[in-house]
């Protein structure tokens, strides 16, 4: 499986950004697409994650309400969706892949830039 994250950009605070992490290859064998995000200076969080045929879905708490998470299996691609933007949500912005009967995310995307400007 191959993953490729884009859509990351400058926004103003109160704005908002949708970011896609583009699925290839063995996608029969993805339980969930996880979002995380690695704020300068800071290690790498969790943003929120998406059962990649149930659709189940969980947030952090930093952004529940604010943000959603969908993933649309025909294009094989998983979208977060940002809104009300804060400048503690600067991060480069990760997807990853979680493969059924394994523990932890094993596949990583190379991550895309997303700028909140006060």
């Known amino acids: 499986v191959q993953l490729q994250a884009s859509g990351g950009g400058l926004v103003q605070a109160g704005g908002s950004l949708n970011v896609s992490c583009a699925v290839s290859g063995r996608t029969f064998t993805i339980q969930r697409v996880g979002w995380f995000r690695q704020a300068p200076g800071k290690e790498r969080e969790f943003v929120a994650h998406?059962?990649?045929?149930?659709?189940?879905?969980d947030f952090a708490d930093s952004v529940k309400g604010r943000f959603a998470i969908s993933r649309d299996n025909v294009k094989s691609t998983a979208y977060l969706q940002m809104s009300n933007l804060k400048p503690e949500d600067t991060a480069v912005y990760y997807c990853?892949?979680?493969?059924?009967?394994?523990?932890?995310?094993?596949?990583w995307g190379q991550g895309t830039l997303v700028t909140v400007s006060s």
């Open positions: 998406i059962g990649w045929s149930g659709g189940y879905t």
């Open positions: 990853a892949i979680r493969y059924f009967g394994r523990d932890g995310y094993e596949k």
